[in-house]
Nanobody, 121 residues
């Protein structure tokens, strides 16, 4: 079993900051890629940011310069530091991990349960 547990969501005013965390636990050999997605009401889930095991990162254009993704490989944890938040950042944020459960295995994709981020005055 593999579990991804997110924390850190909440209500914040425009221009404010939040940090999301996601810890992966269970039968994990190696985490190849970790990322954050979000889904706003009535919209499709979209990729926000990803980070490889070697700490290479990629961001969707709308968050570049405002959000920072990082990871602690020893703790199997990924973070999303969100600054200068805007109302359009309001969404449920989901953690995602692509990982190996054994040295020789097919990578699997796992999701967290989601955490609500609301940006409003």
């Amino acid at each position: 079993q593999v579990q991804l547990v997110e924390s850190g969501g909440g209500l914040v005013q425009p221009g404010g900051s939040l940090t999301l965390s996601c810890a992966a636990s269970g039968s994990i050999f190696s985490i190849l890629l970790m990322g954050w997605y979000r889904q706003a009401p009535g919209k499709q889930r979209e990729l926000v940011a990803v980070i490889t095991s070697g700490a290479s990162t990629s961001y969707t254009d709308s968050v570049k310069g405002r959000f920072t993704i990082s990871r602690d490989n020893a703790k199997n944890t990924v973070y999303l530091q969100m600054n200068s938040l805007k109302p359009e950042d309001t969404a449920v944020y989901y953690c995602n991990a692509n990982l190996l459960r054994a040295a020789i295995s097919i990578p699997g994709t796992y999701w967290g349960q989601g955490t609500q981020v609301t940006v409003s005055s």
